[in-house]
C-alpha cells in the first residue's frame, strides 16, 4: 500500500484564506483599498514577506489588483451583476421594471427574514445609522433629492442584507445597488404624484421593517417586506395605467 506525501501549507496559504473570507463576508469590499502591507502585516501577526506573497496569489486570481505606488485594492467589478450600460436599459424598460420589483420581494424578504434571526449588536448600530438616514431624507420632504432618497433607501435594503449574514444574498444585493437607487428615484416622482399619502406610507413601511428586525421578529420582517414591495408595484401600476389613458386622450385629441 502506498501513501502520497502530505503537501506542507504555506503561510500564504492561510493569510490569502484569511483575506478572501473578509471578501466574501463583505469586510472588503469591491474597489477598497487594502490597509498598507506593514498594517496589515502586524494586525495578522505575519511577516510581510508572507503577505506580499499572499497577495501576489490574490492578483493572479482575480480578486485583488496591485497599483504602482498605490497600494493593493479589490477588484471594482467584484460582484457587479450588471454594467452600466445595461443599467440604463433595464431603468428605461417599463417591463423589467416590474421584473425587478418582482426579484425584490423574494429576494429582500429573504434579507429581513435572516437579518432579524442573525443581527449582532453591531448590525443593529448600522442599521439604525441607514434607518436614519432614510428618515432624515423623509422628513426634509422635498428638500431631499430624489437622488439622495434612492441612495438613503437602497443603503437602508443594503443595511439589512448585510446583517442577513448570508454572502449570496449580501453580494446579490451588493451587486444590484446602482440599479436599486435607480429604481427607487425613478419610482418615487410618480408615486408621490399619484397617492398623496405614499411618503407617509413608505415611511411606515420602512418603520415597521426596521422594528421587526431590531426585534428579532423574523416572519413579521418577512411579511413587512412583502407588503412594502407589493405597495410599491400597486402604486406603480395606477400610474402606469393613468399615462395610458393620458396617451389615449392625446390620440384622440389628435384625429
Request: aromatic share 6%; charged share 30%.
Amino acid at each position: 500500500m502506498s501513501f502520497n506525501q502530505v503537501r506542507q501549507r504555506r503561510l500564504s496559504d492561510d493569510i490569502v484564506e484569511r483575506l478572501e473570507g473578509m471578501i466574501l463576508e463583505g469586510t472588503l469590499k469591491a474597489g477598497e483599498r487594502l490597509p498598507a502591507e506593514r498594517v496589515l502585516a502586524e494586525q495578522f501577526g505575519v511577516s510581510r514577506p508572507s503577505l506580499r506573497e499572499a497577495i501576489q496569489k490574490l492578483v493572479a486570481k482575480g480578486m485583488l489588483v496591485s497599483r504602482q505606488g498605490g497600494g493593493n485594492y479589490v477588484i471594482e467589478s467584484l460582484g457587479s451583476t450588471f454594467s452600466d450600460p445595461l443599467l440604463q436599459l433595464l431603468e428605461n424598460n417599463p417591463e423589467v421594471q416590474r421584473d425587478l420589483l418582482e426579484f425584490r420581494h423574494t429576494l429582500e424578504g429573504s434579507c429581513a427574514y435572516y437579518a432579524a434571526l442573525r443581527a449582532t449588536e453591531l448590525d443593529r448600530e448600522r442599521l439604525k445609522a441607514a434607518f436614519d438616514a432614510l428618515q432624515d431624507c423623509y422628513t426634509r420632504g422635498d428638500e431631499a433629492s430624489r437622488a439622495q432618497e434612492g441612495a438613503a433607501d437602497a443603503s437602508f435594503h443594503l443595511a439589512i442584507a448585510e446583517a442577513s449574514h448570508n454572502a449570496v444574498l449580501l453580494h446579490t444585493i451588493r451587486g444590484l445597488f446602482d440599479l436599486l437607487k435607480r429604481n427607487v428615484v425613478t419610482n418615487i416622482g410618480g408615486m408621490y404624484k399619484q397617492r398623496s399619502e405614499t411618503r407617509d406610507m413608505l415611511i411606515n413601511q420602512h418603520r415597521e421593517l426596521y422594528q421587526a428586525i431590531i426585534e428579532g421578529r423574523a416572519q413579521d420582517a418577512r411579511e413587512v417586506s412583502s407588503r412594502h414591495i407589493l405597495y410599491v408595484q400597486e402604486v406603480l401600476d395606477e400610474v402606469r395605467e393613468e399615462v395610458q389613458r393620458v396617451a389615449r386622450a392625446e390620440r384622440r385629441k389628435g384625429l
